[in-house]
């Protein structure tokens, strides 16, 4: 996806796919979602394709408003707009509609979890339906990555984990960025090495 809105497949030849001008794209397992903005009616319409046979016809689904964000499970979809955080289903009907309160700067799933970060705090909505837990941060999210229970959260001042799913508890610690220059990488068996002027990270 360019920065034009323009979608195109990969490998040694490049080809343009047959795709109106979108604004986000993700991807679950061999399914991908698409987020087009309509200026035309404000609204967004969310093409969905199983497979990445984009010639294929996708499900679809419109949302009032012009998408925020975009977020793909293996049986979800969530996507963002003035109107709340909207949870489809892969064949674009709607799982639950949900009123967060923030603004969400970030959201994914985690198997079927769907996480909600706002500026300083963690919403766990199970099932992507219920609010189950929030969490305080320490500071501001950039991005977030998540697997069952834990999530991995890039922040303006470093790096945190947080298990998620635990009671509501002390915020987690910040560990600050630690900026390593590599020079050289070797790659043997399943591990690389990486080579600077300190030593070797394997």
Do not use: C
């Not at 903005?37 to 609204?43: I, K, L, Q």
């Amino acid at each position: 996806l360019l920065a034009d809105g323009s979608v195109w497949t990969g490998g040694a030849t490049p080809q343009q796919v047959n795709l109106p001008k979108m604004v986000f794209l993700d991807r679950a397992g061999s399914t991908w979602t698409f987020a087009e903005n309509r200026a035309d009616d404000g609204t967004t319409v969310v093409h969905h394709f199983p497979t990445s046979d984009f010639a294929a016809t996708p499900s679809k689904s419109t949302s009032a408003g012009a998408a925020t964000g975009l977020a793909t499970s293996p049986t979800h979809i969530a996507v963002h707009t003035f109107g709340g955080l909207r949870v489809l289903n892969h064949d674009g009907s709607t799982h639950a509609t949900l009123n967060v309160p923030l603004l969400p700067r970030k959201f994914t799933f985690s198997g079927n979890d769907l996480l909600v970060l706002g500026d300083r705090s963690l919403l766990v909505y199970d099932d992507a339906k219920t609010l189950v837990r929030t969490h305080d941060l320490p500071a501001n999210v950039v991005a977030v990555d998540a697997a069952p229970s834990v999530a991995a959260i890039a922040t303006t001042e470093g790096m945190m984990a947080v298990s998620y799913l635990g009671a509501t508890q002390p915020p987690p610690p910040v560990v600050p960025f630690a900026g390593r220059f590599y020079s050289k990488v070797v790659a043997a068996g399943e591990r690389a090495y990486l080579f600077d002027r300190d030593g070797i990270d394997v």
